[in-house]
């Protein structure tokens, strides 16, 4: 894991600017963020702002975004593949794929992914270390440590970056608190803080143990492995169907003639309040 690429962010260096969430959304072109009735403000997380800044008392500001554990539970629910963890250390989503379970949302420990609620198709979303754009040469590392005017936020092999850590709280003990957040717990993440303040308020609650969340549960999934494989199966049955009318429905609208009658409108999903939706401040 330690030869994976990471991203380190120190908290005593964040101003608060917001570049790296700006950088994020002009990479994605995602659109204006709208407020949630779940939200407790519109700058929280959400499918149309993958990072974010947290601003805590005392001028401090802490970036909250996808932890890209090493072990990540969210890949290890999805029953057809949708999300995966990369060899050089990412935690990537394949829409194409998704069934729309939301499983991942419900598994992750930190309350990190979002969902697209008022499409007709929904998708999840979350930060991707900027994966694909870096591995076809688009980017040199994520747009969002790119953006970082003060580099409280940087990019590099998990390996450097722990050291780095260690560096600045062994030369200023006083300034940090000795910890690095994400180096262990869970199995690890890719995804580090050092911080001055305790960050348990982005989910490194005492109780989450170092342990990876998918070791924790497949034994308990083993034990009934019939009910599980037919699940399995199920889900990527409903998934292959879903795939197939899509591409059924893309291939008649591209044929149909553009005088045709308009397609029946799709009614608006339900706008439930989703499980770990609320980010706790």
Known sequence: MNDQMAILTDVTKCIGCEECVHACKSTYALPADRPWRWQKDVTDLSATRWTT?????????VRKQCRHCAEPACASVCPV??????????????????MGCRYCMMACPY???RYTWLEPIPYVRKCVMCHEKI????????????????????YGPRVELLAEARKRIAAEPKKY???????????GTNVLYI????????????DLGNESLPAKTWPALRAVPAVFVGVGVA??????????????????AAAAPAESAEA???????????KGEADSK
């Open 81 to 98: 593949g949708a999300l995966t963890k990369t060899p050089e250390g990412a935690v990537v989503y394949d829409g194409a794929k998704c």
């Open 177 to 187: 608190i000795d910890r690095i957040w994400g180096e262990k717990e869970v199995g």
């Open 135 to 154: 591995q076809k040469g688009e980017l040199e590392q994520p747009a969002c440590t790119k953006a970082c005017p003060t580099d409280a936020t940087i």
């Open 195 to 206: 911080a001055g303040i305790d960050l348990g308020f982005l989910g490194w609650t005492p």
């Open 111 to 113: 309350g990190i992914p």
């Open 264 to 274: 029946p409108a799709i009614d608006e999903p339900t706008q439930e309040e989703p």
């Open 53 to 61: 800044i947290i601003n805590k008392p005392g001028g401090v500001h």
């Open 235 to 252: 889900m990527s049955a409903a998934s292959w169907v879903i795939g197939r009318r899509m591409k059924i429905a893309a291939a008649q």
